[in-house]
């Protein structure tokens, strides 16, 4: 069984890089067959897609965040990570890593999430 | 606003059963049958509930079904429980270069 967890500051300035980590246990990496994915959800509100990464560190991001996020993977902690630059209080929100396969097109494990909000 | 279209709220009393609705598009609810359905319960994360439009994984309970018709995907949830009171999510995968969009949510309340 797959397990998902989320680690980094909860709290990030306006115009700084939000930097958040997600470790997988119960999997590996580097075996390849997924996606490994960051989904951000704003307060009461519904989820966004922000992108994925391949074992490889090939990366898909949506277009509406691109210009801000990087994904990449560190194989050797078993760890997936996002970046998001120039932060304003608009990406206040939980923000969720998970996991789906290549050939599938849906989630079927996720983090617990972590609430990131970004204030002076 | 969200690419798919689900209703804010429905509700129901417990045994009855109830259904939530997620409109799209023919570039994504429409075009595949890639629609997926989450259960969000407060503070948790979103649990898969159907895949593939109709597919319950395993430990799901078959009192969830799902289906689609046009550009309309449906979520049904028959003989409601208090333990189903959450949130729920549609998503679909979309030939546009967002390549998955997700619904706004629909929150359930069994009264």
């Known amino acids: 069984q797959v397990q998902l967890q989320e680690s980094g500051p909860g709290l990030v300035k306006p115009s700084q890089t939000l930097s958040l980590t997600c470790t997988v246990s119960g999997g590996s990496i580097s075996s390849g067959g997924y996606y490994w994915s960051w989904i951000r959800q704003h307060p009461g509100k519904g989820l966004e897609w922000i992108g994925y990464i391949y074992y490889s560190g090939s990366t898909y991001y949506n277009p509406s965040l691109k210009s801000r996020v990087t994904i990449s993977v560190d194989t050797s902690k078993n760890q997936f990570s996002l970046k998001l630059s120039s932060v304003t209080a608009a990406d206040t929100a939980v923000y969720y890593c998970?996991?789906?396969?290549?050939?599938?097109?849906?989630?079927?494990?996720w983090g617990q999430g972590t609430l990131v909000t970004v204030s002076s | 606003q969200s690419a798919l279209t689900q209703p804010a709220s429905v509700s129901g009393s417990p045994g009855q059963s109830i259904t939530i609705s997620c409109t799209g598009t023919s570039s994504d609810v429409g075009g595949y049958n890639y629609v997926s359905w989450y259960q969000q319960h407060p503070g948790k994360a979103p649990k898969l509930m159907i895949y593939d439009v109709s597919n319950r994984p395993s430990g799901v309970s078959n009192r969830f079904s799902g289906s689609k018709s046009g550009n309309t995907a449906s979520l049904t949830i028959s003989g409601l429980q208090a333990e189903d009171e959450a949130d729920y999510y549609c998503?679909?995968?979309?030939?546009?270069?967002?390549?998955?969009?997700f619904g706004g949510g629909t929150k359930l309340t069994v009264l």
């Open positions: 998970a996991s789906k396969m290549v050939t599938r097109q849906y989630y079927d494990y």
């Open positions: 998503s679909s995968y979309t030939s546009s270069s967002t390549l998955e969009v």
